[in-house]
């Protein structure tokens, strides 16, 4: 369900530079849940096209490092030379902001991202984040997306 939200809120990005950049992080998000092979490379793909237009070379380069790691020998040339074009254009863009991706909080009600600082709802079922403010549900109060689990608050 996350890795389905995560697309349909790309999809509905605008295609302004912002836009691209929303767009990225969340099919970069999209690329590290758990579903067929396939689809978390064809996520990453899509992610590192996003973030080259949108010049996000350190969020390009993490997804090039996570996919040289899964790469047939035979592609991994290509991918390099790729991250030796990040190396060359920095990695200071929005990644240095976020930290690595498996670190990120994502609230699936605004669809947006939970600054590191923030205190965040999380539900002990499904594992869903949800920003507090912008969710507007309490500790311990139903998942508004799995409609089983309780969700309970986190502070960083």
């Known amino acids: 369900k996350k890795f389905l939200s995560l697309i349909l809120h790309e999809r509905s990005e605008s295609k302004d530079a912002d836009g691209l950049v929303r767009g990225a992080v969340c099919l970069a998000l999209a690329s590290q849940q758990e579903t067929r092979p ?3 490379v064809r996520c990453a793909r899509l992610a590192l096209t996003k973030s080259f237009a949108a010049s996000c070379f350190g969020l390009a380069a993490g997804l090039l490092e996570a996919l040289i790691s899964k790469a ?3 592609r991994k040339p290509e991918l ?3 991250l030796e074009e990040c190396d060359s254009h920095g990695r200071e863009d929005i990644q240095g902001s976020l930290g690595p991706l498996e670190d990120l909080r994502f609230c699936m009600k605004s669809m947006q991202l939970i600054p590191r600082d923030a205190a965040f709802l999380k539900c002990d079922f499904c594992r869903m984040c949800f920003h507090g403010t912008d969710a507007g549900l ?3 109060s139903k998942c508004p997306f799995c409609s ?3 969700v309970v608050s986190f502070k960083p």
Do not use: A, D, T, Y
């Open 138 to 140: 309490r500790h311990m």
């Open 148 to 150: 089983f689990g309780l």
């Open 80 to 82: 390099r030379k790729r």
């Open 72 to 74: 047939p020998e035979n």
């Open 38 to 40: 396939v689809h978390q």
